[in-house]
Nanobody
Framework: QVQLVESGGGLVQAGGSLRLSCAAS????????MGWYRQAPGKQRELVAH???????YYADSVKGRFTISRDNAKNMWYLQMNKLAPEDTAVYYC??????????WGQGTQVTVSS
């Protein structure tokens, strides 16, 4: 079992920045993939970014060059630095973790609202 707790969402003006954090309740040694999804009103949940245990990263085309995913193994945390935010980035952001057993866990979600 893994509990994930997100923080860092909020309201920001277009062009601004936010950093989301996800804290895991257990060592990241057992986590194979960690990342972020988002879901905007009326839309399907979409993958934003993830980082694999070996260090490879993936970004959705819509956020490349603006968002950066990183991790801190010592703190059992990973982050999503979001720069140059736009209204279309408004969504609930969920962190997730996929264990080496392929079990997936989700955080509770944090709201990000970007005003124009």
């Amino acid at each position: 079992q893994v509990q994930l707790v997100e923080s860092g969402g909020g309201l920001v003006q277009a062009g601004g920045s936010l950093r989301l954090s996800c804290a895991a309740s257990r060592s990241m040694f057992s986590i194979n993939v960690m990342g972020w999804y988002r879901q905007a009103p009326g839309k399907q949940r979409e993958l934003v970014a993830h980082i694999i245990s070996g260090g490879d990263t993936y970004y959705a085309d819509s956020v490349k060059g603006r968002f950066t995913i990183s991790r801190d193994n010592a703190k059992n945390m990973w982050y999503l630095q979001m720069n140059k935010l736009a209204p279309e980035d408004t969504a609930v952001y969920y962190c997730y973790a996929r264990l080496v057993t392929s079990t997936v866990y989700w955080g509770q979600g944090t709201q990000v609202t970007v005003s124009s």
